[in-house]
């Protein structure tokens, strides 16, 4: 067989073999991922923290009042809801029993005062006595035992009148003692405020919380013309915040609303919670909306900004990879390729960016995609944003 003949045989063959080969190659092969990019910008960053738990909108002012001594609620005077002023009686205990000790203590008083006059009125008519026996004596007219005598009476008599007095003093001082007492069944709002709670009905029996029990309130009063938020910080950050800082506060009641506000305390402790994180407690002003009705019980979430870089190159906090690194589509190869970056300050949406990137260069976001790792095939997305 010649040359030319087993060309025309084996060539055909060959071609179609390598066809074949060509086919499964490109059938087979990976396809790229398509990832999507984020054009580096310029823009503010801050070094933010954040609270660890769910802080709440508290009071300036809230008592929660019982009376001193428990008994039967004979007055109520509020309702929940209603806004009281400050002194204004609220409520009111069975005290009869104190009111017959304070009108029999009263009686002593005047007693004890009448007294007084009869005792005095003979004290002055002994010393009067004393001074003419006196005269008497100079005189001659009467012995020097005689003015003695008569002298002697006279302080006795005086000593008996201040006795008088002081005891009417003391009569005073028991009416005291029993208006005392009944303030120890009674509640006056100490300041203007709105009433959110009464525990009990009128007849019921009241029972104060003793030391160590958990006995709820008869009333607690709320002033809601000032609001704080207390929020529980990690105990790591503690010593960045400092009070002044400025903050950002976000209501779940408000879910569209950004409020500034500043930290007017830090408390000087670590809160130790089984089970939980250590944590400080972190109270926060806050500027109210108008026109919203703010309750207190909210829950709030804060975010402190320690500083802050302005016009600075900066990438999405989620696209950094640890140890550094951001991913880059080369666009000669189409292959995903790492970039090693240093970093400034940052928080959990955006990272400041001091080497390795400049502004206008494009970064892979979506990390978090299949088969999105270095040396992969990639395509960018058709709809991947500009910014």
């Known amino acids: 067989m010649n040359t030319s003949i087993f060309l025309r045989r084996i060539l055909p063959a060959v071609f179609l073999v390598a066809l074949l080969i060509g086919a499964f190659y490109w059938t087979t092969r990976t396809k790229p991922v398509v990832v999507v990019l984020k054009t580096i910008d310029r823009g503010t960053v801050e070094s933010t923290v954040v609270n660890t738990r769910a802080g709440t909108v508290e009071a300036c002012q809230r008592t929660r009042l019982s009376t001193i001594m428990g008994g039967r609620i004979e007055y109520l005077g509020v309702k929940e809801g209603d806004r009281v002023k400050k002194g204004q009686l609220l409520m009111k205990l069975w005290n009869d029993d104190q009111k017959a000790q304070q009108s029999l203590a009263e009686a002593q008083r005047t007693v004890s005062a009448q007294r007084v006059k009869e005792v005095c009125s003979t004290a002055a008519s002994a010393l009067r006595e004393a001074e003419r026996q006196t005269s008497l004596r100079v005189k001659g007219y009467v012995s020097e035992a005689r003015e003695d005598a008569a002298r002697s009476e006279a302080v006795a008599r005086a000593a008996a009148c201040e006795t008088a007095r002081a005891d009417v003093a003391q009569a005073a001082a028991r009416v005291g003692v029993t208006r005392v007492e009944q303030t120890r069944t009674t ?70 609303q950004s409020l500034n506000g500043k930290v007017r305390r830090v408390a000087p402790y670590v809160l130790a919670v089984e089970k939980q994180a250590r944590t400080v407690d972190v109270e926060v002003d806050f500027e ?100």
């Open 187 to 256: 509640l006056y709002a100490p300041f203007d405020g709105t009433v959110a709670k009464i525990v009990g009905e009128l007849g019921e029996y009241s029972t104060p919380s003793p030391p160590g029990v958990p006995t709820p309130p008869a009333i607690d009063l709320i002033d809601e013309s000032c609001l704080y938020i207390k929020a529980p910080m990690d105990e790591v950050d503690a010593p960045k915040i400092t009070v002044g800082l400025p903050v950002r506060v976000s209501l779940d009641a408000l879910p569209k």
């Open 288 to 387: 109210r909306p108008a026109g919203v009705n703010m309750l207190v019980g909210y829950s709030a979430d804060v975010e402190i900004v320690l500083s802050g870089n302005q016009n600075v190159v900066r990438v999405p906090t989620s696209a950094l990879i640890q140890g550094g690194r951001v991913m880059v589509l080369n666009a000669d190869s189409g292959l995903l390729e790492e970039r090693i970056v240093k970093t400034g300050i940052a928080n959990w949406e955006f990272t400041e960016i001091v080497e390795g990137l400049t502004e206008g260069e494009r970064i892979v976001i979506s990390l978090e995609r299949e088969g999105v790792k270095v040396g992969a095939r990639a395509t960018a997305a058709a709809d991947a944003p500009a910014k």
